[in-house]
């Protein structure tokens, strides 16, 4: 069985980086019958696309507005699918990863040990990682692997693949940024994931993501929680409803053994407490019940949509060449998307 593999790469602003990151890249690999190139320009106010057509790029696609990381990520995901990736790489436009890692990467998923594999820096050997940095890395993966329980030493890396099956099942909904999220899913989904040791070249500009450590904590923290209500609402309400619950429940009864004595004049606000507390237990238990609810009703309606991706590549094949705005460039095999019509079209009937 042939398969393809696509290397999509997330732009924002690139124009400078882009020709060395994809002179870099491989254009053929043991056990894929084609390697193809994939540059999603998020709205870009340089050359991006100019640059990725000239510079061997097989697909461009442009975002009318700049939309974030997360959402671009998403639509590459999608645009590789709709053109029959069997295997999704991510990387990064300012050539953070060695593309020499990829046949590693793509090994665990070529030879079915995996599903999504993420490529792990060498954080403690990279210099120009602030102590702080590589503390918070540290701590931040160590909070995804146990909120997914997963076994992934380096979740912010963004060198990674994916399988066309794990593909088709991930949903970001943050804006900020998808490599906790898609991690965080992985586990929930039980899809199999690994982590393989990848190398990196030096640093060419600051991160555009991480501005500060308190900034990307804060949001961080934020994806977390907002992924745990997603995935695991009855556990998140359910427990410190049933604990506040509790201690109303004991400060009501401890109320009324001092009234029963006589000494109750003076234990109104225990009273008071265990009214709230009790209210307020109740509350968030019946919340963790109806996000439950929701929740696996969401779980459904991604069955669906997954075998919508699923079911029948030359429908998509067909949707691709009717919505795409085709220019011409200097490799016959290159396409440029002006517009959000196949995305939307894509969305709308998943």
């Known amino acids: 069985m042939t398969m393809r593999l696509f290397i999509q790469i997330p732009c924002f602003n690139e124009a400078e980086m882009l020709p060395v990151t994809l002179a870099d890249l491989p254009r053929s690999l043991p056990g894929f019958s084609s390697v193809e190139i994939l540059v999603i320009d998020d709205g870009s106010s340089d050359d991006t ?15 009318r507005q700049h939309l974030g990381l997360a959402q671009t990520f998403m639509r590459g995901l999608e645009e590789c699918l709709r053109r029959g990736a069997d295997v999704i790489v991510n990387t990064d436009a300012d050539n953070q990863y ?9 090994a665990p998923i070529r030879l079915g040990r995996a599903d999504i594999v ?12 602030s ?3 590589k503390f918070l890395q540290r701590l931040g993966s160590r909070m995804v692997a146990y909120i997914s329980n997963t076994d992934i030493p380096d979740a912010p890396s963004g060198f990674r693949a994916f399988s066309r099956r794990a593909a088709a099942q991930m949903n970001v909904f943050t804006e900020y940024t998808y490599t906790l999220e898609t991690i965080i899913q992985a586990g929930q989904k039980r899809i199999p994931i690994v982590s393989v040791p990848i190398r990196t070249n030096p640093p060419t500009r600051p991160s555009r993501l991480v501005r500060s450590n308190f900034s990307y904590v804060r949001r961080s923290l934020l994806t977390m929680l907002r992924i745990g209500v997603i995935y695991r609402p009855l556990r998140l309400f359910a427990w410190p409803g049933m604990i506040a619950f509790i201690i109303g429940v004991i ?13 109750g004049q ?11 507390l009790i209210a307020l237990g109740a509350s968030m238990m019946l919340m963790g019940v109806l996000s439950d609810l929701v929740a696996t009703n969401r779980k459904l309606l991604e069955k669906i949509n997954l075998q919508l ?9 067909a949707d691709l060449t009717a919505g795409l705005t085709a220019e011409s460039a200097t490799d016959s095999k290159t396409e440029s998307v002006t517009d959000q019509t196949v995305t939307d079209s894509w969305r709308s009937r998943a």
């Open 98 to 106: 060695q593309a020499a890692d990829i046949p590693a990467l793509v």
């Open 309 to 317: 991706k699923l079911s029948d590549r030359s429908l998509a094949m």
């Open 131 to 133: 102590l702080t940095k």
């Open 266 to 276: 003076g234990m109104v606000q225990s009273l008071i407490a265990a009214a709230l």
């Open 49 to 63: 696309a100019t640059v990725a057509r000239a510079h061997g790029a097989h697909y461009v696609v442009s975002n």
């Open 118 to 129: 993420i490529g792990a820096r060498p954080i403690a050997d990279t210099a120009h990682f």
């Open 251 to 263: 400060l009501g009864l401890r109320f009324t053994a001092h009234w029963w004595l006589g000494h």
